[in-house]
């Protein structure tokens, strides 16, 4: 009769005790953490948020409070080209929708999915700050701007390797 | 005192400086609604978050809305509480919590008690405009909680209980926008989190997103079933609460009533858990001046402060929290589990029955209780030493069911031989009472000498961590701190654990106030005043009693000499003391 086990690799525990400790292992940096530990593993695994909480002497709810919070955050593994469409005003009115529905009959996933073979995820967001080149996405932080649907074929082909 | 003035419906009134348009109007007699907002005045339990926006009031020169629970007075302010836009946009408020709420208020477990419908009932709410998405949350058990959070309307009373006031963090508030609720991290089942069952979640709830494990229909079968035997135990903090659910005033001592009742429902045998909690006293108390006498000693082996055990959610705090030091508490049993033990022995055996024919019901002011009777360690042969613990609330609902007219019941008797207690029994029901129980046991026995006063005045109050020292003469002077509140407990041990500890004896509840303010207990709803009047009346039941030393309850001595042998010794280990385990998250760090 014991408590809860939580199994993780000794490489990644390491990872994240040091990256909490370049942050003195203070629960007000927990979003900080979070973006390196996320920068890191690509995404916020149960057994990383475990982690966290335990370096920072806080309930593990508080990190998946905040992880399930903010959309930048995800416990999903992303793709190896993580499409973000964006869904703020000014690219919804110019159409970002079709361009989105694009993505998903191109790719085969929806929103938050990743593709079969891992290469491509999808996910939408509002607004990178680029509203004058609206209807925009961006893959693994590349900026694509004045989209129409037909556009996204050969985007896609740029990620072809 | 710094106090200005303000005009609030027409009215003007002066407020000390800091004051809020809500306090300040509910000394004028003027009630704005509130949800989110829950204050227990004294007892350090608050949830301030401001976000309902149910008690917005209309400020003359403010552009919008101020919500009255967070919005401090300001001199010459012009307040009006009832105004046609501040009634307007309460109702839409309310409407639009509403129109995400299930209406299926007739089987709700808080039907009745819920702030919700009250205040839907209050506002005339008689349709809801609003038709859009409905959440859709299966319904989580535990041993003790039910989560329906399709009722959760995001007001993290629960939240504030859970982090703050216990420093457990079990549940918070989860996702953005409608998905929003209050659940568990990756939405776990509450039996697999750090959750310790105190249940204070449940008695903050203002709706019925959070409820207690119902085991009435179970207690009603077996009281119906020729083939066992039923008996039941009623603890401390019951009998000065459960009045207050048939219209009695806060604070009646209902003690003869409730074994009238209990009798009326149909349970065999009626005993009372203030005869264990006397029997806790024999074996604690024996356990501390043992640790005690070999720490002052120079025993450095001994683990010191010896710390209470009757509070299940504390027990299950330091398992999931403090396993390295769960050598501290003493390793007595809850009075509930030590009825059971000694109902299921010695009793089964003096009336004939084999314990799985004997069907032992707890009531208990408690939720954390229904946990503890479910723990592996106090079942044998697969039965348990308590079959179901039921709520103070749950109490009241059986006394509806079964048509008694509890207010006018002639009051009856505890059946022998597990009903006579004493005075030191009852105030286990309060904070600072197992240890001024314990006192009065362990001085006498520690100087052999009667002591000239009973009442430990200075372990007594509502103050979440009081200190005293208490002179035991020829012996030592004893430092002993009383603390409620799991945050206040999470002190102790971090002293515990830095070697700054200066205390001999610490007895801790997690509930406000002690067991008077269990979650099991009928709700007060944030109204202090209920606390304070159970809190009185547990001392007025202690000074009532003729015996008030545990050692000197005559079935307690008898039952030593006819059946356990001596306090501690070889029977009462194997059957009053139990063990704690380690139950910590841990990492499995695979190379």
């Known amino acids: 009769m014991c408590g809860p086990q939580i199994k993780i690799n000794e490489a990644s525990y390491r990872t994240i005790k040091d990256i909490c400790a370049s942050f003195d292992n203070k629960p007000g940096e927990l979003i900080n953490i979070l973006h390196k530990t996320q920068e890191h593993f690509g995404y916020l695994p149960e057994e990383v948020q475990q982690v966290v909480a335990d370096c920072l002497g806080i309930p593990v709810g508080r990190v998946y409070g905040v992880v399930s919070f903010y959309s930048f955050f995800t416990m999903k593994p992303k793709g190896k080209y993580a499409i973000s469409v964006c869904l703020g005003t000014a690219c919804y009115v110019k159409g970002a929708e079709k361009i989105l529905d694009a993505l998903k009959s191109e790719l085969k996933i929806s929103e938050g999915g990743v593709t079969e073979d891992g290469k491509f995820s999808l996910d939408v967001l509002r607004c990178v700050g680029a509203c004058g080149l609206a209807p925009v996405m961006t893959i693994n932080g590349k900026t694509y701007g004045r989209l129409v649907p037909e556009h996204v074929k050969e985007i896609l082909a740029e990620y072809a390797d | ?591």
């Open chain 2, 1 to 591: 005192m710094d106090t200005i003035k303000l005009t609030i419906d027409n009215r003007e009134v002066e407020v000390p400086r800091g004051t809020t348009i809500l306090k300040a109007a509910e000394q004028m007699g003027i009630k704005i609604p509130t949800l989110c907002h829950f204050e227990l005045d004294g007892l350090a339990l608050e949830n301030r978050p401001g976000g309902c926006r149910i008690c917005v009031v209309e400020v003359v020169g403010r552009r919008n809305l101020a919500p009255a629970c967070i919005t401090e007075c300001m001199p010459d302010m012009v307040v009006k509480t009832n105004s046609f836009r501040a009634l307007n946009a309460r109702r839409t408020v309310l409407e639009l919590m509403l129109s995400d709420h299930p209406n299926d208020c007739l089987q709700c477990p808080k039907s009745g008690k819920c702030e919700l419908q009250s205040l839907a009932a209050d506002m005339g709410i008689r349709e809801i405009p609003f038709k859009g998405q409905q959440s859709q949350y299966p319904i989580e058990l535990s041993p003790s909680i039910v989560r329906d959070s399709n009722k959760c309307i995001m007001c993290r009373r629960c939240e504030s209980v859970c982090h703050e006031y216990q420093s457990v963090g079990a549940i918070g508030a989860v996702d953005r926008g409608f998905p929003a609720v209050v659940n568990t991290a990756f939405d776990e089942p509450l039996v697999n989190t750090n959750c310790v069952f105190c249940g204070q979640c449940v008695a903050v709830c203002p709706t019925g997103a959070l409820s207690e494990v119902d085991n009435t229909a179970k207690v009603l079968r077996d009281i119906a079933n020729p083939d066992v035997k039923t008996c039941v135990q009623v603890a401390p903090a019951v009998r000065v609460a459960l009045g207050e659910e048939f219209g009695l005033p806060a604070g009646s001592i209902v003690t003869g009533k409730i074994a009238a009742a209990l009798k009326a429902i149909g349970f065999d045998y009626v005993f009372d858990t203030d005869w264990s909690a006397d029997l806790t006293i024999m074996e604690e108390g024996t356990e501390v001046i043992g640790r005690l006498k070999a720490f002052l000693s120079g025993d450095k082996s001994v683990k010191i402060p010896v710390m209470t055990s009757c509070c299940p959610a504390w027990v299950n705090f330091y398992e999931k929290f403090y396993p390295e030091l769960r050598e501290y508490p003493s390793t007595a049993k809850s009075p509930q589990q030590m009825f059971g033990a000694v109902a299921k022995t010695y009793f089964a055996d003096k009336i004939g029955v084999t314990r799985d024919k004997l069907v032992c019901v707890s009531v208990m002011p408690c939720v954390a209780k229904k946990y503890e009777t479910e723990r592996e360690e106090f079942k044998v042969d697969g039965t348990p030493d308590v079959d179901y613990s039921l709520t103070t609330r749950e109490l009241a609902r059986l006394i509806k069911i079964c048509n008694i007219d509890f207010a006018n019941l002639p009051e009856a008797e505890f059946d022998s031989p597990l009903g006579a207690s004493t005075g030191a029994a009852v105030i286990f029901g309060v904070t600072g009472g197992v240890m001024e129980a314990a006192l009065r046991t362990a001085v006498e026995v520690l100087t052999g000498k009667t002591l000239p006063r009973i009442d430990f005045e200075e372990v007594r109050g509502l103050e979440g961590i009081r200190e005293a020292v208490v002179p035991v003469p020829g012996v030592a002077d004893l430092n002993v701190a009383v603390v409620y509140g799991l945050k206040n407990a999470r002190t102790i041990m971090e002293q515990i654990k830095a070697g700054t500890c200066k205390y001999h004896f610490v007895e801790v509840m997690a509930c406000p106030g002690g067991c008077i303010d269990g979650a099991g207990q009928p709700y007060h709803h944030g109204d202090a005043s209920i606390v304070k009047a159970r809190h009185k009346a547990i001392y007025e039941a202690d000074r009532n009693m003729p015996i008030r030393k545990s050692h000197e309850n005559p079935e307690i001595i008898a039952i030593y000499k006819e059946f356990l042998g001596q306090p501690c010794g070889e029977k009462s280990h194997h059957l009053l003391h139990t063990h704690y385990f380690d139950k910590k998250i841990k990492f499995d760090i695979e190379k």
